[in-house]
Each structure stands twice: as C-alpha cells, then as structure tokens.
Nanobody, 123 residues
Framework: QVQLVESGGGLVQAGGSLRLSCAAS????????MGWFRQAPGKEREFVAHVTWSEGTKYYAASVKGRFTISRDNAKNTVYLQMNSLKPDDTAVYYC????????????????WGQGTQVTVSS
C-alpha cells in the first residue's frame, strides 16, 4: 500500500512556474508507476503526465507537453511535476496517483491517490 501527499500548489501569474511534489510512504515506491492528474471545477479529472517506475518512459497530455516535466527520485520516495509557462486554463486541483503496470490515461487505472493540491493561475 502507498500513501501519497502532494505539496507545492499555490497562486501564480500567467507565464510563471510552480513545482509540485508528491511524497510517498512505503518501501515499495520504486516499483510503482506514477501519474499526475488535475480537476477543474465542474470538469472531469484529466490526465496530465505519467512516469514509469524506472523513469524510463514519460507521457504527457497534449495540453501540457513542452511546458510540464514529470520526474521522480526513488531514493526520496518523491515524484515531481515542474510546471512552466502556466496559463489560466491550468487552474485546477492537482493529484498524484500510483499504480503497477498497465494503462495510464484514466483515473481508474490507478490504485492510490493523494488528497490534491490547488494550483491557481491568474491572468
């Protein structure tokens, strides 16, 4: 079992940057693939980025590709989401999630979730 805690959200102006962190408990963090999702008010939770357990493969939503970077430090049991060139449309609650293998685009593909961190981008 994995417990996840996100941090690093906040209020930023358009064009600015934020780095989200997701700290995981448990000794098996390095065996989990990790993802970031986001959910804006009135919208469904959507995929943002994914990284495999070995950091060998990364995937991004088209809306964030080139602006966001996912990474992980297995020694620190932490996954990161570096967000640059932020836009008002990026405003949402951001969640990290963990899974073992399989598909990665849908929330139901993931077994464990954090509580989320709010990101607000002002215009």
């Amino acid at each position: 079992q994995v417990q996840l805690v996100e941090s690093g959200g906040g209020l930023v102006q358009a064009g600015g940057s934020l780095r989200l962190s997701c700290a995981a408990s448990g000794r098996t963090f390095s065996s989990y693939d990790m993802g970031w999702f986001r959910q804006a008010p009135g919208k469904e939770r959507e995929f943002v980025a994914h990284v495999t357990w070995s950091e060998g493969t990364k995937y991004y939503a088209a809306s964030v590709k080139g602006r966001f970077t996912i990474s992980r430090d297995n020694a620190k049991n932490t996954v990161y989401l570096q967000m640059n060139s932020l836009k008002p449309d990026d405003t949402a609650v951001y969640y990290c999630a963990a899974k073992r293998g399989g598909l990665y685009l849908r929330p139901e593909d993931y077994a464990y979730w954090g509580q989320g961190t709010q990101v607000t981008v002002s215009s």
